[in-house]
């Protein structure tokens, strides 16, 4: 059964669930609300919630284990031959299965046997989801007339929706927290296998990076270079260049809507802003490559200067561009929240309007500029499309804004496209770069954190 149909007939049954309880509800007391413990619809809630939950499971269950089952049900019928195969070769077999079964490409040639258990794989996978979707509907529906018996004028049905509530947030900050508890051990565990193959020493203080490591040593380059400094030193000029345009840009115009302009100007100017937030990034790195990096190259030659086809400074003025929208937007809204009694303080002490925006309202408003800003360096850090596309993949060891650079997050994702063995040192060196970028990152949220509190005590 289609996974969409299910859940609409589990949404339907709580629906029903939700009608019958708050109906028994209140019959119990003939209409007369005051008698119930809690409100009507609290009834219905429990009801809906009690019978919604149990087929949920059964469904999160099948999304969760149910290829796996199939899976191992189709190796079953299998000969002795596949059982004694490795297990990336028994996987690799498994795959071409679910292939054939799909009418797609596979890797070797199709025998009778493949050709049956294609067929098999088929039939199991209709059979199992089935009962899955059976048992769903049968355990939900049963679950709706339990909570439908169990409810009478003293259910405490509002402390019992109050509980699952609790225990769904509960839950939804669990997952958050192992997620990230999740990648960060992922990084770690495969940045220690990288660093058996490269010294630490030579990844964070190496001048050189060039991971083309050979499948044989008698080939070229049978010995990479992994040296980090070139591509921290081209994400952080990038950066730089996009936050220096970004930055006062955003600031300035958030000012300007809060404090100076008109409500209709307001009411034209910011969405419009806005609307550069809404641009695919990739949109971006068309713009950049094909118009700024020519006009930049252009405008230099008039000038004598010789400027190369992809720089650190045709990317960085695009993604300054790209972010002034999240730095105007952040900080309107915090200027915006500084109370009014401040200005008129300030003004009737006799300021200006420009002193009294900046000795009142940009220090009361810091820490929340602060936050706007890290989120724009963080949008900056990690950008990769613009990158690719604006500055290339070289991994130059410059400071001169006129010269291609390359990025962290660009040559991660040049080290994990197409096949690729994870277990050579190229590979494995794009975890290596995830967990230092991840260590620059939090090292910024700690600062960030730091001017945050020094100005929160201050004007608070």
Known sequence: MNSLILIVILMLISTAAFIFGRKKALNAVNGKVSALHSLPGHYGWFSAVISFLPGLTILIIWFLFGNNLVDNFTLATL????????????????????????????????????????HYYLRTQEN???????????????????????????????????????????????????????????????????????????????????????????????????????????????????????????????????????RKARAIFKPLLELLAGIPTVVYGFFAALVVAPAIRSSGEVIG??????????????????????????????????????????????????????????????????????????????????????AGMAANLTANPLEAVTTVTVQILALLTGDQEFDSAKTLSAFAL????????LFLNFMALRVVRKYQEQYD
């Open 128 to 262: 199992i989801s089935w009962i899955f979707a059976l048992s769903a509907i049968g355990i939900s529906a049963l679950a709706a007339l339990f909570s439908i018996r169990k409810i009478s004028p003293d259910l405490r049905s509002r402390n019992l929706l109050e509980r699952l509530i609790l225990i769904a947030l509960v839950t939804c900050s669990a997952i958050a927290i192992l997620t990230t508890v999740g990648i960060v051990s992922s990084l770690i565990v495969e940045t220690l296998r990288f660093l058996d193959h490269v010294p630490l020493t030579d990844f964070l203080f190496g001048l050189k990076w060039s991971p083309q490591t050979a499948l044989r040593a008698d080939q070229v380059g049978s010995s990479g270079a992994f040296g980090a400094i070139p591509l921290f030193a081209g994400t952080l000029l990038i950066t730089f260049i996009a936050l220096l345009i970004a930055l006062p840009v955003g600031l300035l115009s958030a000012i300007y809507m809060t404090e100076f302009a008109s």
């Open 305 to 390: 200067l010789e400027i190369a086809s992809e720089s650190a400074l045709a990317a960085g003025l695009v993604m300054g561009i790209m972010i002034i929208p999240l730095i105007s937007s952040l900080s309107d809204d915090v200027i915006s929240s500084v109370p009014q009694s401040l200005r008129d303080a300030s003004l009737g002490l006799g300021a200006t309007k420009t002193e009294t925006i900046l000795n009142i309202i940009i220090p009361s408003a810091l820490p929340g500029i602060v936050s706007a800003f890290l989120l724009a360096a963080s949008r900056a850090i990690g950008e990769t499309m613009i990158v690719v596309m604006a």
């Open 434 to 441: 995830g967990l230092a970028l991840f260590v620059i990152t």
């Open 79 to 118: 000969g002795g031959e596949i059982q004694n195969l490795s297990d990336f070769d028994r996987a690799l077999y498994m795959n071409d299965i679910r292939n054939l079964a799909a009418q797609d490409a596979i890797s070797r040639p199709v025998t009778e046997a493949m050709t049956n258990a294609a």
